[in-house]
């Protein structure tokens, strides 16, 4: 696994999205169809508005261009379709065929091809927030991102790892989102797994605003955790506020 870092930082700048002449016809995979198998791979599954994003984000939407190139991709065998009942949502996956793509390429990472399990919907929503959270960063121009797949196959005796580990500066910095509440125990042991590991100079936890003020009461680093609303970070990007129990201030602030 001593190679996956490398891997992850391969190719992040895209050229520009080139409209295939006959959608309907053959398909010639180019560099961006590969891209985006790897972020599905990596974050099991997305959605079609997660792909536009990621890699049609400037493109108008008349020309429906990421829907065409999807739907093709789907038809030729190189993506699968699954279906959330919770969120009402089509979910994009690997197929046998892409993922020999990214095998061949040497990008699989050493991960399994991810299949939907009749547990996945438990676990939707915050797989499809983490990947916004992916990808808000991303626009940010900060692409160093570890996926928790790559994690949990680097440190598989650890019990937790995080959602993401993002490089600012050369600095591994935590993202967590938590979506639902946990006991008090529970959150002492991340804290304390933190505060111990002296590779983290800062672990930001994404939650939702009633979690955070809960949260912002417990024993953790203050000079290490800060805690943030979603809603907030994807409305106001930099400028969101990161608190906790000693100070509050941007996010701005800690990616400079």
């Known amino acids: 696994m ?13 050229p520009p999205a ?21 972020l599905i791979h990596e974050h099991r599954y997305l959605v079609l508005n997660q792909i536009k994003r990621a890699f049609w984000k400037d493109c108008s939407d008349i020309a429906n261009a990421a829907h065409k190139r999807v739907t093709h991709l789907v038809k030729a065998g190189y993506l699968e379709e699954g279906y959330s009942s919770r969120k009402g949502l089509i979910l994009y996956l690997l197929s046998e065929k892409s993922y020999q793509e990214l095998q061949r390429r040497n990008m ?6 991810y299949k939907l399990t009749g547990q996945f919907e438990r676990h939707v929503d915050h797989d499809l927030k983490v990947g916004n959270i992916r990808l808000l960063f991303r626009e940010m121009g900060l692409k160093d991102w570890t996926p928790e797949r790559v994690l949990k196959e680097r440190h598989h005796e650890e019990r937790k790892v995080p959602d ?11 993202i967590e989102f938590e979506n639902a ?17 002296g590779d983290y100079f800062v672990v930001i936890m994404i939650v939702f605003e009633g979690i955070k003020e809960w949260l912002i009461g417990l024993d953790y680093n203050p000079e290490q955790v800060w805690f943030v609303d979603y809603n907030n970070l994807m409305n106001q990007r930099e400028k969101a506020l990161l608190e906790n129990k000693q100070e509050s201030h941007e996010l701005a602030v800690l990616l400079k």
């Open 108 to 113: 699989d990472l050493g991960l399994f091809r």
């Open 18 to 38: 080139i409209e295939e002449e006959n959608e309907s016809g053959p398909v010639v995979l180019m560099e961006r169809d590969i891209e985006i198998f790897r």
């Open 164 to 174: 993401g580990i993002l490089k600012v500066d050369g600095h591994p910095m935590v």
């Open 181 to 197: 509440l946990k006991t008090k125990a529970r959150y002492k042991e991340f804290f304390d797994a933190y505060r111990a590991n």
């Open 2 to 14: 001593e190679d996956i870092q490398e891997k992850l930082k391969e190719k992040e700048d895209l």
